[in-house]
């Protein structure tokens, strides 16, 4: 497992832009995927963003053409850059990295970052 620490959340207008940040413990690239997921109080949590270890991203629908994942294998971080927000988008967003042990796979979850848009 590897422990993941995200930042960069806060209250943004919308249509304003917002840049997340997650840091691991160490490098990334036994990380099979990482992922930016979100979640509103009393809704499950919803996948954002992927990106593999091999670079090929996805995204929700809802946020396509507007946010971007990226991730450095080597500094062991992963960005969510996020443009053009709307008021929908606010949530507690979580970094996700999975790890695979053989037929095991191997969850770890940062403690969120609170994003708010609002006027």
């Known amino acids: 497992q590897v422990q993941l620490v995200e930042s960069g959340g806060g209250l943004v207008q919308p249509g304003g832009s917002l840049r997340l940040s997650c840091v691991a413990s160490?490098?990334?690239?036994?990380?099979?995927?990482m992922a930016w997921y979100r979640q509103v109080p009393g809704n499950q949590r919803e996948m954002v963003a992927t990106?593999?270890?091999?670079?090929?991203?996805n995204y929700a629908d809802s946020v396509k053409g507007r946010f971007t994942i990226s991730r450095d294998n080597a500094r062991g971080t992963v960005t969510l850059q996020m443009n053009s927000l709307k008021p929908e988008d606010t949530a507690v967003y979580y970094c996700y990295g999975e790890a695979w042990s053989g037929s095991a796979r191997i969850d770890s979850w940062g403690q969120g970052t609170q994003v708010t848009v609002s006027s």
């Open positions: 160490r490098s990334l690239f036994n990380i099979y995927a």
């Open positions: 990106v593999t270890s091999g670079g090929r991203t």
